[in-house]
């Protein structure tokens, strides 16, 4: 599934979360819209405002490559940024901070987890991103760990909870340019790949042999 539009006749250097193609008549209605060159936006819509990037609701446009560089990386920098920005608000980012809440409170939380179904599990480093039912939860494992807590437990739970288990190696390999355009987003990627997989019937767990061991 895609995110948003972008019409260009030149091959773009962005994700595969944005639908690519060279004409209007080929977007994928109801998703934001870049259209890339002043030629085409001046043929297509002649009223435009030059100054405004925006033409009319979730319909933008930049300037060609060619036609000023600096425009067209800032343009389509812009845009993108938006519509991960826009999806993203979608959802509800919580760390699960062990320090801070409450006994009570924890236990709500993982009550909460433990009901979540096809729960997509992202592990980055020390970090734990849980997704399910538009909520991210975000749990470090250096802090567990620093507090004294079993890690050895916390894992096993979190990888049988797990309808699917994200990598880092996944991620680089299948998502690259989506990490490269999210940067400190990167707790979303579990978001972003349930709107990716929204179609499958069921979900399937993934397991890379020598990163998976990071939660075994």
Request: aromatic share 12%; hydrophobic share 35%.
């Amino acid at each position: 599934m895609k995110i948003g539009n972008i019409v260009s006749n030149n091959a773009l250097d962005v994700s595969e979360d944005f639908n690519v193609v060279k004409s209007m008549d080929e977007i994928i209605h109801g998703l934001p819209t870049l259209i890339v060159g002043f030629d085409y936006v001046n043929k297509h819509y002649p009223d435009f405002d030059i100054t405004e990037n925006k033409i009319e609701t979730d319909l933008y446009w930049t300037f060609k490559k060619t036609e000023r560089r600096d425009d067209f990386n800032q343009g389509l920098s812009v845009f993108v940024n938006k519509v991960y920005k826009d999806l993203f608000n979608q959802t509800t980012y919580l760390f699960v901070d062990p320090i801070q809440y409450t006994h009570k409170n924890l236990l709500k939380i993982i009550k909460k987890i433990y009901k979540l179904k096809n729960i997509i599990t992202y592990v980055h480093g020390n970090m734990v991103y849980i997704y399910g039912e538009k909520i991210v939860f975000g749990i470090d494992l250096k802090l567990l760990t620093y507090m004294g807590l079993n890690i050895r437990k916390i894992k096993t739970k979190i990888k049988n909870l797990s309808s699917v288990l994200l990598t880092e190696r996944d991620i680089f390999i299948e998502y690259k340019k989506s990490v490269e355009d999210l940067e400190e987003n990167l707790r979303y990627i579990p978001y972003l790949y349930s709107i990716k997989n929204e179609k499958n019937n069921t979900i399937s767990n993934i397991h890379i042999s020598r990163e998976s061991r990071v939660v075994s």
